[in-house]
């Protein structure tokens, strides 16, 4: 290619390759690791939030538990929950990989498989305590 | 044969300019934050529905207070070790990744500290 060095370069496929190949569990897993990160990261905004209004007195504190009632709130609540079990779930695989446990590529995707299905029963758990009457026992 | 200094060798750094802290204290704050994770999402459940007055008097018994101050301070710091990863991964040019990080580590610094101001006002004079 030295000789001609007017030639446009032709695109070439950078990798992963995301777009055309089947995703491993191990990748997306790790992927959504990251998403997971960065959702909570936003979602420190809420916890601040939450605190601020729990400091500013009773209508200030009202006003973001409405907030956190609507359908909205709740979808965002959900989020952060879910993030927040997904990450922990996952973030203690990935410990594990860092003490040099379950590499496996079997041992790798079942503990994938259960981090997901993990998250969504600790987070859907969670929620229908919530909503069953469970919670609320600090008051 | 190597053409590094033996300082160079010995503090076992290299173009990175930093050596595993980075790694090391992700690792801390991600396993510190398994309780604290744990704790946070009993004491959420906990709150559902509770008024005004019963969140405030939860979170102004010195116990709850000390481990939401941890739970928020090592969150924070956990997340900018995180997104510091992210930043190196994706942002070339290092003028704009100090300017990435001065953005999150202020982020992080003045949510912690107004955190920190909430936590202390719920919690009253001592």
Redesign the interface.
């Known amino acids: 290619m030295a000789d001609t060095p007017h030639q446009v370069p032709r695109a070439r496929p950078l990798s992963p390759h995301t777009t055309i190949y089947r995703w491993p569990l191990t990748m997306a897993t790790s992927i959504v690791h ?1 998403a997971t ?2 959702a ?2 936003a979602g ?2 809420l ?2 939030w939450w ?2 209004a ?2 500013s ?2 209508e200030t ?2 006003e973001f538990v409405s907030l956190a009632s609507t359908p909205l709130g709740e979808v965002v609540l959900f989020g952060f ?1 879910w993030s ?1 079990a997904y990450h ?1 779930l996952n ?2 695989r ?2 594990a990989w ?1 003490l040099g446990y379950g590499f496996a590529v079997p041992t790798a995707n079942l503990s994938g498989m259960l981090v997901i299905a993990g998250s969504i029963l600790l987070a859907a758990g ?1 929620f229908a ?2 909503y069953l009457g ?6 | 044969m190597s053409l590094e200094t033996p300082l160079h060798k010995v503090r076992g750094m290299g173009s990175s300019h930093s050596g595993v802290i980075h790694f090391w204290r992700q ?1 801390v704050t ?2 510190a ?2 309780p604290l ?2 704790w946070f ?1 009993i ?1 959420a ?12 008097s ?2 102004s018994q010195p116990l709850n207070a000390i481990l ?1 101050a941890a739970f ?1 301070i090592i ?2 710091y956990h ?1 900018v070790l ?2 510091q990863v ?1 930043v190196d991964d994706y942002v070339s040019g290092n003028a704009q990744k100090v300017f990435l990080m001065l953005v999150m580590r202020g982020f992080a610094i003045a ?1 912690g500290a ?2 920190i ?3 202390l ?2 919690a009253g004079p001592l």
């Not at chain 1, 469970?134 to 008051?139: D, E, K, L």
């Not at chain 2, 459940?45 to 405030?56: F, K, Y």
């Open positions: 990251r990160g960065l909570l990261s420190t905004v916890l601040c605190l601020v729990i400091a007195g009773p504190f009202n929950v927040l922990l973030g203690i990935h410990l860092d969670l305590l919530a469970h919670g609320g026992y600090y008051q | 690792r991600a396993a934050l398994i994770s744990i999402g004491s459940l906990g709150l559902v529905g509770a008024h005004e007055a019963a969140t405030l939860f979170l939401m928020a969150l924070l997340m995180g997104l992210v949510a107004t955190s101001f909430a936590l006002r719920i």
